[in-house]
T-cell receptor, first 109, second 115 residues
């Protein structure tokens, strides 16, 4: 089993749609969690950290369920510019960041 | 946010030559940096953890003699791909963190093509 697993993609959605990405992790000792965004042929960039209480940043909402070892990202009112690959990232002991395989999102007009 | 600079962004080299990639943290001191490799349509694969002043820690399956890592100062780590072969062609990305629980900042990546 992979340490971090994400929904298979791609997700093709119309502008304005709400889309949700899911991610599970296998190491219960994982300490912190992030969502990154990666555009084609570019480096990953932090979208948001994920906290146990859940957190929201504009159209983006992240949730963490430690008991189920599950992380989610919700994007509301999708924009064309949201098209990218979204990476679920888990921080394990020793400070290693483990990346999920990524979920590709394509927002169409 | 913190800035990590990676150089070069793109390199084409001949088989058998060595290529050095630099990763600098521009506005903070990074005792630890990480090197990743990414194949097309795949996720980032951690290659090694670069520790300032000591030997790098390599992930299973990564050849330490092939991928030499040097972390000579708190702001610079280098990855040297030695005796490069076409199968080493890939996107190499470094990252640095302020501490072990904060987010990572990534360099711009280096696209290596070995011909």
């Amino acid at each position: 089993r992979k340490e971090v697993e994400q929904d298979p993609g791609p997700f093709n959605v119309p502008e304005g749609a709400t889309v949700a990405f899911n991610c599970t992790y296998s190491n219960s000792a994982s300490q912190s969690f992030f969502w990154y965004r990666q555009d084609c042929r570019k480096e990953p960039k932090l979208l948001m950290s994920v906290y146990s209480s859940g957190n929201e940043d504009g159209r983006f909402t992240a949730q963490l369920n430690r008991a189920s070892q599950y992380i989610s990202l919700l994007i509301r009112d999708s924009k064309l510019s949201d098209s990218a690959t979204y990476l679920c990232v888990v921080n394990n002991q020793g400070g290693k960041l483990i990346f999920g395989q990524g979920t590709e999102l394509s927002v169409k007009p | 946010g913190a800035v990590v600079s990676q150089h070069p962004s793109r390199v084409i080299c001949k088989s058998g030559t060595s290529v050095k990639i630099e990763c600098r943290s521009l506005d903070f001191q990074a005792t630890t940096m990480f090197w990743y490799r990414q194949f097309p349509k795949k996720s980032l694969m951690l290659m090694a953890t670069s520790n300032e002043g000591s030997k790098a820690t390599y992930e299973q399956g990564v050849e330490k003699d092939k991928f030499l890592i040097n972390h000579a100062s708190l702001t610079l780590s280098t990855l040297t791909v030695t005796s490069a072969h076409p199968e080493d062609s890939s996107f190499y990305i470094c990252s640095a963190r302020l501490n072990t629980n904060t987010e990572a900042f990534f360099g711009q990546g280096t696209r290596l093509t070995v011909v």
